[in-house]
């Protein structure tokens, strides 16, 4: 059985590859590196491409004798798909549809698809639920909304069968500290906080004080990135078995604002670290929390990791033992 995995170097790719693999799958990365490091994915095959580039994921699907696809590749960062849209729509959605054109060409007819919480905006009820209101309120949102609506047509229409998955806060790290996060530029909470305590930054900014939450900082649902990888196996595994298309939140329901994650990183690293409370970031709503319950339901899906200390200390290890990220030739 072998899988091909888009984005497979990136940060939840190459944690959901180690996973793969780890259990016996055949696993080929294809990746264009822009946003990720091939040191990630140390000993498994990498491709080095473009999923815009229709000839070389043909030729890699047939040489691999590729049956299933895990798709990851995609530009994420809101700010930025704001200020250049057509290189998110070009990016993510006409990528996206290179790759099922190529998928369908060599009768590859299963998809798990990286979607986000961000398809549903500014949420109208928390818990959100996979039947919420869908109002994207940034690009990057909407580019994902279409690729979801993509799939759904292709399923009609060609019997392509995906399995949509909408992650909220992506964190922490794989146990070994072999791989973990290392995005340039880095936006992530986490992140940006353990490397303020390394001494990387010289302080962490909390976006916004005044929001209608408890302590007036945003609320996120932080979930794990190999619990992540967990349901990527299971949702493989489903198409496998049944062939149905389906789409899930992936998060693991409990919400923690700002302050919470600074306050839990204090404890992880044992030693303060300087905050500055700034300005609202625009369009960061104030509260995302995810119900879970249909992934836990029908795929037996269950997230090892609950609390945030706990989460925290597998990042941590991450940065200890990589201050630089996976680039080690720069001077710490
Ligand atoms: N990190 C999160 O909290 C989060 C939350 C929700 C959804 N997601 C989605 O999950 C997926 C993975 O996120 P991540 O945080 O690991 O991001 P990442 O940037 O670390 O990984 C994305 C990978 O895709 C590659 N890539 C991008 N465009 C490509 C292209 N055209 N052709 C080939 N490769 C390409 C990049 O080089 C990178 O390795 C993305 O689709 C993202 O939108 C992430
Ligand atoms: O330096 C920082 C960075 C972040 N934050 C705050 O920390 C929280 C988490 O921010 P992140 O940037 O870590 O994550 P987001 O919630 O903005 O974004 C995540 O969830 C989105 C869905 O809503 C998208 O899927 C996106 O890809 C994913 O990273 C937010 O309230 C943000 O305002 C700060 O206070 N200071």
């Given at each position: 059985?072998?899988?091909?995995?888009?984005?497979?170097?990136?940060?939840?790719?190459?944690?959901?590859?180690?996973?793969?693999?780890?259990?016996?799958?055949?696993?080929?990365?294809?990746?264009?590196?822009?946003?990720?490091h091939?040191?990630?994915?140390?000993?498994?095959?990498?491709?080095?491409g473009?999923?815009?580039?229709?000839?070389l994921?043909?030729?890699?699907?047939?040489?691999?004798?590729?049956?299933?696809?895990?798709?990851?590749?995609?530009?994420?960062?809101?700010?930025?798909?704001?200020?250049?849209?057509?290189k998110?729509?070009?990016?993510?959605?006409?990528?996206?549809?290179?790759?099922?054109?190529?998928?369908?060409?060599?009768?590859?007819?299963?998809?798990?698809?990286?979607?986000?919480?961000?398809?549903?905006?500014?949420?109208?009820?928390?818990?959100?639920?996979e039947?919420?209101?869908?109002?994207?309120?940034?690009?990057?949102?909407?580019?994902?909304?279409?690729?979801?609506?993509?799939?759904?047509?292709?399923?009609?229409a060609?019997?392509?069968?995906?399995?949509?998955?909408r992650?909220?806060?992506?964190?922490?790290?794989?146990?070994?500290?072999?791989?973990?996060?290392?995005?340039?530029?880095?936006?992530?909470l986490?992140?940006?906080?353990?490397?303020?305590?390394?001494?990387?930054?010289?302080?962490?900014?909390?976006?916004?004080?005044?929001?209608?939450?408890p302590?007036?900082?945003?609320?996120?649902?932080?979930?794990?990135?190999?619990?992540?990888?967990?349901?990527?196996?299971?949702?493989?595994?489903?198409?496998?078995?049944?062939?149905?298309?389906?789409?899930?939140?992936?998060?693991?329901?409990?919400?923690?604002?700002?302050?919470?994650?600074?306050?839990?990183?204090?404890?992880?690293?044992?030693?303060?670290?300087?905050?500055?409370?700034?300005?609202?970031?625009?369009?960061?709503?104030?509260?995302?929390?995810?119900?879970?319950?249909?992934?836990?339901?029908?795929?037996?899906?269950?997230?090892?990791?609950?609390?945030?200390?706990?989460?925290?200390?597998?990042?941590?290890?991450?940065h200890?033992l990589?201050?630089?990220?996976?680039?080690?030739?720069e001077?710490f």
């Amino acid at each position: 059985m072998s899988i091909l995995v888009t984005g497979g170097a990136g940060y939840i790719g190459s944690h959901t590859v180690r996973k793969l693999t780890d259990i016996g799958y055949n696993v080929i990365v294809y990746d264009s590196l822009e946003k990720s490091h091939k040191e990630s994915v140390k000993d498994i095959p990498l491709i080095v491409g473009n999923i815009l580039d229709e000839q070389l994921l043909d030729s890699t699907m047939k040489k691999y004798n590729i049956q299933s696809v895990i798709h990851f590749a995609a530009y994420s960062l809101v700010g930025e798909s704001m200020a250049e849209p057509e290189k998110y729509y070009v990016n993510n959605v006409c990528g996206t549809v290179n790759l099922l054109k190529v998928m369908l060409n060599n009768n590859i007819k299963r998809i798990v698809f990286s979607s986000t919480a961000a398809v549903y905006g500014e949420p109208q009820e928390i818990p959100i639920t996979e039947n919420s209101p869908k109002n994207p309120t940034n690009v990057y949102g909407k580019t994902k909304l279409m690729i979801e609506e993509i799939l759904k047509d292709y399923d009609l229409a060609y019997g392509l069968k995906y399995i949509s998955l909408r992650y909220f806060n992506a964190c922490g790290a794989d146990e070994s500290g072999e791989i973990g996060e290392d995005h340039t530029p880095e936006t992530h909470l986490m992140p940006l906080v353990l490397q303020s305590a390394l001494g990387k930054l010289p302080e962490i900014r909390i976006f916004g004080t005044d929001y209608p939450t408890p302590d007036g900082t945003c609320i996120r649902d932080y979930i794990h990135v190999n619990d992540l990888a967990e349901a990527h196996i299971l949702a493989l595994e489903k198409l496998l078995a049944d062939g149905q298309s389906a789409v899930y939140n992936l998060g693991n329901g409990n919400g923690f604002s700002v302050r919470e994650v600074i306050r839990a990183a204090e404890e992880v690293v044992g030693k303060p670290i300087k905050v500055v409370e700034g300005e609202r970031r625009p369009g960061d709503p104030a509260v995302l929390v995810a119900s879970a319950e249909k992934i836990k339901r029908e795929l037996g899906w269950q997230p090892k990791y609950q609390g945030l200390k706990e989460i925290i200390e597998t990042a941590w290890k991450w940065h200890q033992l990589h201050p630089n990220g996976y680039n080690t030739n720069e001077n710490f």
